[in-house]
């Protein structure tokens, strides 16, 4: 294993130093239970000088050309490309994301980055036919698009490294600068990406770290004037509480969901349960676009069910930093807890455990219930954990109307063979994606990404993002 002992103490990073505060938090791995690291505490004060250091450096950010933006985003990749053993360790350490799975968020990270590079060379506006209007003859009108600002990025702990390039990437392709609040349970990653970024060349100021707790450093980012922007990852009650509070200040909103996928008859069921299985278990469940509910077909639902389960058993639990491993433990104790309170909740209301539903250690098993009530909380609510209700349905429409009922809207998913089937989900399934023979998890950085209902609003991807991370501004010309 690369050695990360030089992470030992993390400081806050403002205005390109590491700023020391009188408070440090024990970091543990949520795997073994170890401490890993004391991490920088910050204050009201520490966060208005990042935010002050941040306001100062936006003169330097919206001066600087659009290579010059893409050469240190380009570098950052490259520099992070070199190190991806020791990156994706370093997510394996603090969020227990296994070896394997943290290898992919790295890979993913890169292309982040490379795709922030691409796009800061081509964020332009668009010429206006003024001349449409009566009054407009003889003008010429054209907008260009402009940073922001200091942009208030917060997020959370599931893809510690990729969702904090959604927000970083995006910032300095489009000449922003940052204050990034990271999840407490892994800062490891922002301060890895954050010293890449200063090796690559990015100004100080440019991006500044601030650990601590969410709510403190949380709000003053959300109230203070000079911040333009939040750009949230989060739960949906976090994130609302921000919305509230924001004011006029720009706000995009990443939330959670209880993402579906409808599976019809006449589909190759071997290789939806084994890609359910990927949707379905994929760090633990804890991935915003997780599966959570799958609705079957009667006709070809109990093959599907035993196919599911042979797949499940198949999973490899233990220790994150393994290889082999498939599934590690859930970010905290209270965690499993929950979930396995929601567990206990669906069986007790008449759900079928068939396989999982054990701790085993610190890792709970991989869970699927059958027929759980669409008020029952493995349902109706964000479950964030390695469960997956199968319920049975005897027709499509049924099937997408249960996905619609729903508080959130993400993504979506239906296997079929028959393209008027396909169009109509497309059509009537409420999220901000859907996919059409595929799960609902699946995600590549550049798509526009983003939900409806409390799954929240804005896109991200980086083109989206920078159309958010920019103002438009119109310029009109007189000819005299
Ligand atoms: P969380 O508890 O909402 O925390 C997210 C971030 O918000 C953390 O940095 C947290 O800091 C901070 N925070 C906490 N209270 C705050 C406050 N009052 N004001 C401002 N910031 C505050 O979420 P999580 O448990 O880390 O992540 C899981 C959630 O994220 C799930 O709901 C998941 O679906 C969602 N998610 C959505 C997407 C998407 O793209 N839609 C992607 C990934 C995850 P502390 O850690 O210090 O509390």
Same mark, same amino acid.
């Given at each position: 294993m690369p050695n990360i002992k030089s992470l030992i103490k993390k400081d806050l990073i403002i205005n390109g130093e590491q700023i020391e505060t009188e408070k440090y938090t024990t970091l543990y791995a949520p795997y073994s239970g170890e401490a890993i690291a004391e991490i920088a505490s910050a204050t009201g004060i520490e966060t208005e000088q990042a935010i002050t250091a941040a306001y100062k450096a936006r003169e330097t950010m919206a001066s600087m050309p659009a290579w010059k933006r893409a050469e240190i985003l380009e570098t950052a990749a490259q520099l992070l490309k070199d190190r991806t053993e020791e990156a994706s360790s370093i997510i394996a350490l603090e969020a227990a994301k296994p070896l394997n799975t943290a290898r992919q968020e790295v890979a993913r990270t890169v292309e982040t980055y490379k795709f922030a590079a691409e796009e800061a060379k081509r964020i332009h506006?668009?010429?206006?036919?003024?001349?449409?209007?009566?009054?407009?003859?003889?003008?010429?009108?054209?907008?260009? @698009?402009?940073?922001?600002?200091?942009?208030?990025?917060?997020?959370?702990?599931?893809?510690?490294?990729?969702?904090?390039?959604?927000?970083v990437g995006p910032a300095i392709a489009s000449g922003n600068t940052i204050v990034l609040k990271p999840a407490s349970q892994t800062p490891l990653s922002s301060f890895f990406i954050a010293e890449l970024f200063e090796e690559a060349g990015l100004p100080a100021g440019v991006l500044n770290v601030i650990t601590g707790s969410g709510r403190i450093v949380g709000d003053q980012l959300v109230t203070d004037e000079r911040v333009s922007m939040i750009t949230f990852t989060g739960s949906p009650a976090v994130g609302i509480g921000i919305r509230n509070k924001a004011g006029l200040k720009k706000v995009t909103l990443e939330l959670g969901s209880n993402a579906a996928v409808i599976i019809d008859q006449h589909t190759a069921l071997d290789q939806i349960a084994s890609r359910c299985v990927t949707g379905a278990f994929s760090n633990q469940g804890q991935?915003?676009?997780?599966?959570? @509910?799958?609705?079957?077909?009667?006709?070809?639902?109990?093959?599907?069910?035993?196919?599911?389960?042979?797949?499940?058993?198949?999973?490899?639990?233990?220790?994150?930093?393994?290889?082999?491993?498939?599934?590690?433990?859930?970010? *905290?104790?209270?965690?499993?807890?929950?979930?396995?309170?929601?567990?206990?909740?669906?069986?007790?209301?008449?759900?079928?455990?068939?396989?999982?539903?054990?701790?085993?250690?610190?890792?709970?098993q991989p869970t699927i219930?059958?027929?759980?009530?669409? *008020?029952?909380?493995?349902?109706? !609510?964000?479950?964030?954990?390695?469960?997956?209700?199968?319920?049975?349905?005897?027709?499509?429409?049924?099937?997408?109307?249960?996905?619609?009922?729903? @508080?959130?809207?993400? !993504?979506?998913?239906?296997?079929?063979?028959?393209? !008027?089937?396909?169009?109509?989900?497309?059509? !009537?399934?409420?999220?901000?994606?859907?996919?059409?023979?595929?799960?609902?998890?699946? @995600?590549?950085?550049?798509?526009?990404?983003?939900?409806?209902?409390? *799954?929240?609003?804005?896109?991200?991807?980086?083109?989206?993002?920078i159309e958010e991370m920019t103002e438009m501004k119109l310029v009109v010309w007189s000819r005299q």
């Amino acid at each position: 294993m690369p050695n990360i002992k030089s992470l030992i103490k993390k400081d806050l990073i403002i205005n390109g130093e590491q700023i020391e505060t009188e408070k440090y938090t024990t970091l543990y791995a949520p795997y073994s239970g170890e401490a890993i690291a004391e991490i920088a505490s910050a204050t009201g004060i520490e966060t208005e000088q990042a935010i002050t250091a941040a306001y100062k450096a936006r003169e330097t950010m919206a001066s600087m050309p659009a290579w010059k933006r893409a050469e240190i985003l380009e570098t950052a990749a490259q520099l992070l490309k070199d190190r991806t053993e020791e990156a994706s360790s370093i997510i394996a350490l603090e969020a227990a994301k296994p070896l394997n799975t943290a290898r992919q968020e790295v890979a993913r990270t890169v292309e982040t980055y490379k795709f922030a590079a691409e796009e800061a060379k081509r964020i332009h506006g668009e010429t206006i036919p003024l001349d449409a209007a009566r009054s407009g003859e003889n003008k010429l009108a054209y907008t260009v @698009r402009e940073p922001i600002g200091v942009v208030g990025a917060i997020t959370p702990f599931n893809f510690p490294m990729n969702l904090v390039a959604h927000k970083v990437g995006p910032a300095i392709a489009s000449g922003n600068t940052i204050v990034l609040k990271p999840a407490s349970q892994t800062p490891l990653s922002s301060f890895f990406i954050a010293e890449l970024f200063e090796e690559a060349g990015l100004p100080a100021g440019v991006l500044n770290v601030i650990t601590g707790s969410g709510r403190i450093v949380g709000d003053q980012l959300v109230t203070d004037e000079r911040v333009s922007m939040i750009t949230f990852t989060g739960s949906p009650a976090v994130g609302i509480g921000i919305r509230n509070k924001a004011g006029l200040k720009k706000v995009t909103l990443e939330l959670g969901s209880n993402a579906a996928v409808i599976i019809d008859q006449h589909t190759a069921l071997d290789q939806i349960a084994s890609r359910c299985v990927t949707g379905a278990f994929s760090n633990q469940g804890q991935v915003c676009i997780s599966l959570q @509910r799958i609705y079957v077909h009667e006709k070809v639902y109990e093959e599907f069910v035993e196919k599911l389960i042979i797949e499940t058993k198949k999973l490899v639990l233990g220790d994150p930093l393994c290889s082999e491993t498939n599934i590690s433990a859930l970010i *905290s104790p209270e965690e499993t807890k929950r979930a396995l309170s929601w567990i206990k909740e669906a069986v007790k209301s008449g759900a079928k455990l068939v396989t999982g539903g054990e701790v085993e250690g610190t890792v709970l098993q991989p869970t699927i219930l059958l027929e759980a009530g669409q *008020s029952m909380k493995v349902s109706c !609510q964000e479950v964030f954990a390695p469960i997956v209700i199968v319920n049975k349905v005897t027709t499509i429409e049924e099937a997408i109307e249960k996905v619609n009922d729903s @508080r959130y809207g993400l !993504q979506a998913g239906i296997y079929t063979n028959d393209v !008027q089937t396909a169009l109509t989900a497309a059509d !009537q399934l409420h999220v901000g994606g859907v996919m059409i023979n595929d799960i609902p998890t699946f @995600r590549v950085d550049h798509m526009p990404y983003g939900g409806v209902k409390e *799954s929240g609003t804005g896109r991200e991807g980086l083109k989206y993002a920078i159309e958010e991370m920019t103002e438009m501004k119109l310029v009109v010309w007189s000819r005299q």
